[in-house]
């Protein structure tokens, strides 16, 4: 794998160190990687992340390039990606979330999500949201979301199911469930993920799967303290795909290092 950011980790720290009293608290690389059988090839993609907060917002920004090897076609492009979470008081909450990269199936080519969250009790958060997103060659997928979760004092618990509309297929849609352990001592935890859904649901992890299609996915993250502010995240996940001619899987990897305060 061709890691053009070669430089991520020394700026990320070097950012890390100078801006520790700007509002940022998190500092991140990751790294993923997507094997599929029956010659759909591999996707590559290497990730920097910042993340903060200001007053009740929590932002965040990354930058990212990707490759995509498609039978005998090698695809690449590079993403920038933001979002902003912000509280209005102890009941609503807003989430707006943004995606931009140059035109190729690497990457969802701009893509615009808005989640409303109401706090109906301490620990319990009822969210609504849409989407729009536009894909290579024109290609959009828009759509609508409701969620909840459920904070328990070492796991949260969370059901989001969508809807959508895709302009060169079937309308489709998707259901994932969360549950995210926290360690019974200190800052780690394990989270999984399990999902099934139809036609764009996993058109944004790779859009060259935006058709008619099923898939049904499964993952698995660590996230694991080295030290006082270093976290380790490793993670592993299958997904199972069929479309009307095919029937194949991708093994998924990610691993990540970042550097909290």
């Not at 759909?40 to 490759?67: C, M, P």
């Not at 990606?81 to 707006?96: A, D, E, I, K």
């Not at 009822?126 to 997103?133: Q, T």
């Not at 360690?183 to 799967?209: C, E, K």
Request: aromatic letters at 8%; charged letters at 20%.
């Amino acid at each position: 794998m061709r890691l053009i950011i070669r430089g991520a980790l020394p700026c990320a720290l070097l950012l890390a160190v100078s801006s520790a009293h700007a509002g940022i608290d998190r500092v991140s690389v990751q790294l993923d990687h997507a094997d599929y059988t029956d010659g759909f090839g591999k996707r590559d993609v290497q990730t920097v992340d910042v993340a903060g907060r200001s007053g009740d917002s929590r932002w965040h920004l990354g930058l990212a390039h990707g490759e995509r090897d498609y039978g005998s076609k090698r695809f690449s492009g590079n993403r920038v990606q933001g979002s902003l979470h912000q509280r209005w008081g102890r009941r609503f909450s807003t989430r707006t979330a943004f995606t931009a990269s140059n035109d190729d199936p690497v990457f969802v080519n701009r893509q615009v999500n808005q989640d409303l969250q109401w706090h109906v009790a301490p620990q319990t958060v009822l969210s609504v949201g849409g989407k729009y997103a536009q894909y290579h060659a024109g290609a959009y997928v828009s759509g609508w979301s409701v969620g909840a979760a459920h904070y328990f004092p070492r796991v949260t618990a969370s059901l989001r199911h969508e809807r959508h509309r895709q302009s060169n297929g079937p309308d489709g849609h998707g259901t994932t469930l969360s549950l995210r352990l926290k360690d019974a001592q200190g800052r780690g935890s394990t989270q999984l993920w399990l999902g099934s859904g139809t036609s764009g649901y996993t058109a944004d992890a790779d859009p060259l799967l935006l058709r008619e299609h099923d898939a049904r996915r499964a993952f698995v993250r660590r996230s694991q303290p080295l030290g006082e502010h270093l976290v380790l995240d490793m993670g592993i996940g299958k997904t199972w795909h069929k479309t009307r001619l095919d029937r194949f899987q991708s093994v998924q990897s990610h691993l990540g290092l970042g550097y909290h305060w």
